[in-house]
């Protein structure tokens, strides 16, 4: 495990370096190297390659990183350094750019809703705007949602739903994607197809599994969670189906043309 080898030593180091200087100067690098909204005014394209050496906390990068060391190091031995790194930088970019393919069709039909809400309020718009675009927050606006509704005409319900709704907008747009787990999950993605049949020594619980079964359910618990969003959930799901996806067609398209790479 620790015998590292070249390339995952050097993205170890990289990662850990850009996490302690972060730490150490006491600053955001989410804030400018993570992935925003592609029509936010933050965005920049270099994001789609700096997010992945951006991460949430000691935790996050953590689990990144292990993930990184134990798969990554048989395929690198197994591809070599150079195509190893390309694997791993083009399944994170890849992972990026459906993830903000799909954030942009999601983000702009809220910012359609959110536009037509501004420029004709009332409380049945609000009332389901907050049912389709946030119903985390619903709970706690039902009291406000029954006053407005009592009294469609005040202005200060009025004003108040409106600076909900432009708040709301600004909280979705200005979130940034950070991390490596689009590319660790296509390493995950590449290991189980590339060595289906090897046993793994699970923590938790502690078990043996095949390296095929633990892919596919990564997969389908990052499915599932997408699908079955819970309050709070801040995880990129889309992001690790992605790299996953993007690692898919990257093996299936090198085993079809092996005689080129192999």
């Known amino acids: 495990m620790f015998n590292l080898t070249p390339m995952v030593k050097n993205l170890l180091i990289v ?6 200087l972060e730490s150490i100067l006491k600053m955001d690098f989410a804030v400018t190297f993570g992935l925003r909204y592609i029509l936010a005014d933050s965005f920049a394209p270099y994001q789609f390659i700096t997010y992945m050496f951006v991460h949430g906390g000691f ?20 591809w070599g350094p150079k195509r190893f790194l390309f694997f ?20 702009s039909a809220v910012s359609n809703d959110a536009m037509a809400y501004l420029a004709d309020p009332d409380p049945e718009a609000f009332n389901l705007f907050v049912v389709q675009h946030a119903s985390q927050y619903y709970e ?11 009294n469609p005409n005040n202005p200060e319900y009025i004003s108040q739903s409106r600076v909900f709704v432009q708040d709301l907008m600004g909280r979705i747009e200005n979130v940034p994607m950070v991390g490596a787990s689009g590319a660790v999950f296509g390493i995950l993605m590449a ?6 049949n090897t046993q793994l020594f699970l923590l938790f619980p502690p078990i043996p599994i095949k390296a095929k079964y633990l892919v596919f359910f990564y997969g389908a618990y990052e499915l599932y969670s997408e699908l079955n969003r819970s309050q709070g959930d801040n995880v990129a799901h889309l992001a690790h189906l992605g790299g996953m996806l993007i690692a898919f067609i990257v093996i299936k398209y090198w085993q079809k043309n092996s005689s080129k790479f192999y």
């Open 15 to 20: 990662n850990l370096v850009v996490f302690f």
């Open 59 to 78: 935790m996050h990068l953590f689990g990144n990183m292990f993930a990184l060391i134990i798969f990554g190091n048989m395929l690198e031995r197994f």
């Open 88 to 107: 791993y930088m083009v399944t994170g970019i890849g992972a990026g750019l459906l993830y903000a393919t799909i954030d942009y069709i999601e983000t």
């Open 140 to 150: 706690s606006l039902i009291s406000f949602i029954d006053a407005y509704v009592e």
């Open 191 to 196: 290991f189980g197809m590339l060595f289906p």
